[in-house]
């Protein structure tokens, strides 16, 4: 590869989680890294500590994930001066954003609707219009491919449950949406993918979440979900995955 790569990151959420790790696994690996957020001083931080170890990052910060915000953000990214004078290539890209909506049905509102539309429809409608945009301005690479795009899903992605129907509603949009464009755009050498996986942490009992950060056969940890990303991006184009389940090792599912 001529140029030193770029990943996009769409969804950052505290500094802690899959967003995150990804971009320090990523930066680890050689990429420059551009994070899309809300949060602008949480998305800062992480790009400070990035930064800060060796790497290169930029903060691309948003008010919200509709489609305008989306669009809008990436004149922003076209415009950055990065620390070379390479071409900026984007060979990565992450759609990570979550809009965690768990209520009974009839509890649901209409801006709660909204927020799971935004987040898994309209937003990853314009962030993936603009990445596979750019993903066919490259050159295939040494593994077959000009870029991969990549969908963080959820179990409700698969199915529904007793207080997932608006959050339901949106996974199972964000995988109709990736397996569409891996059909249409796997004949231009382009890999697109949905991760399905528990969410990292949703335990709000104070003893069961001890026992998942202390018990590793219990915890999805984000650094392996940032690493299984990367083993994504490095897959070449005789044995593409589009769909990956990852669940840890003791997990009722």
């Not at 990736?178 to 050498?189: I, M």
Request: no cysteine.
């Amino acid at each position: 590869m001529s140029t030193r790569p770029i990943i996009v990151i769409a969804g950052v959420g505290n500094g802690t989680g899959t967003g995150a790790a990804t971009a320090r696994v990523f930066s680890n690996a050689g990429f420059r890294v551009a994070l899309i957020a809300r949060g602008a001083d949480r998305l800062k931080k992480v790009a400070d500590e990035i930064n800060s170890t060796g790497g290169e990052a930029a903060a691309f910060p948003v008010d919200s994930y509709a489609y305008k915000s989306l669009t809008n953000v990436f004149g922003a990214f076209r415009g950055h001066q990065w620390s070379s004078s390479e071409k900026p290539e984007i060979r990565v890209a992450l759609w990570n954003a979550g809009a965690g909506i768990r209520k009974p049905f009839l509890e649901v509102t209409e801006e709660d609707l909204q927020l799971t539309i935004d987040t898994n429809i309209n937003g990853a409608f314009a962030f993936a219009h603009q990445i596979l945009q750019a993903f066919k301005q490259n050159e295939i690479n040494e593994r077959g491919k000009r870029g991969t795009l990549i969908f963080t899903g959820a179990t409700a992605s698969l199915r529904g449950n007793v207080t997932t129907s608006a959050f339901a509603t949106g996974k199972f949009a964000l995988r109709a949406l990736s397996q569409s464009l891996n059909k249409e755009f796997g004949k231009q050498n382009i890999h697109v993918r949905i991760l399905t996986d528990r969410s990292v942490l949703r335990i709000t009992d104070e003893a069961a979440a001890k026992a998942w950060k202390e018990d590793a056969n219990v915890r999805l940890d984000p650094e392996s979900i940032a690493k299984s990303y990367l083993y994504l991006a490095n897959q070449d184009r005789s044995a593409w995955t589009w769909e990956l389940d990852l669940r840890p090792a003791h997990e009722k599912w």
